[in-house]
């Protein structure tokens, strides 16, 4: 069985930095893509980012790129993501997830392993 469980989450000023970790079990962690989702109130969860199972490809959304980082550990089962620069908009749960394949997607239908979720709130 899966699981997913993410931490680091807070409350930060506007322009402060937050780092997000996820420790995977459970799963051939190695070989899938991870990424990086948030919901805010009242919005679809939406991609933040993702790396491939060597850590040699990412992607980002536009409205993080250049802010945020995303990597990995395999040896320690770990995704991280660094966030840099945070502004109010960036306020949502944040939640790691698992690609059920080894095939590359940015695509929320795609990740079928979730973990619990971690709030970050950005005051101004």
């Known amino acids: 069985q899966v699981q997913l469980v993410e931490s680091g989450g807070g409350l930060v000023q506007d322009g402060g930095s937050l780092s997000l970790s996820c420790v995977a079990s459970?799963?051939?962690?190695?070989?899938?893509?991870m990424g990086w989702f948030r919901q805010a109130p009242r919005k679809e969860r939406e991609f933040v980012a993702a790396?491939?199972?060597?850590?040699?490809?990412?992607s980002y959304a536009d409205s993080v790129k250049g802010r945020f980082t995303i990597s990995r550990n395999n040896a320690k089962k770990t995704v991280s993501l660094q966030m840099d620069s945070l502004k109010p908009e960036d306020t949502a749960v944040y939640y790691c997830a698992v690609a059920y394949s080894m095939s590359w997607s940015t695509e929320t239908r795609d990740y079928h392993y979730w973990g619990q979720g971690t709030q970050v709130t950005v005051s101004s």
């Open positions: 790396i491939d199972g060597s850590g040699g490809r990412t």
């Open positions: 459970g799963t051939t962690f190695s070989l899938n893509p």
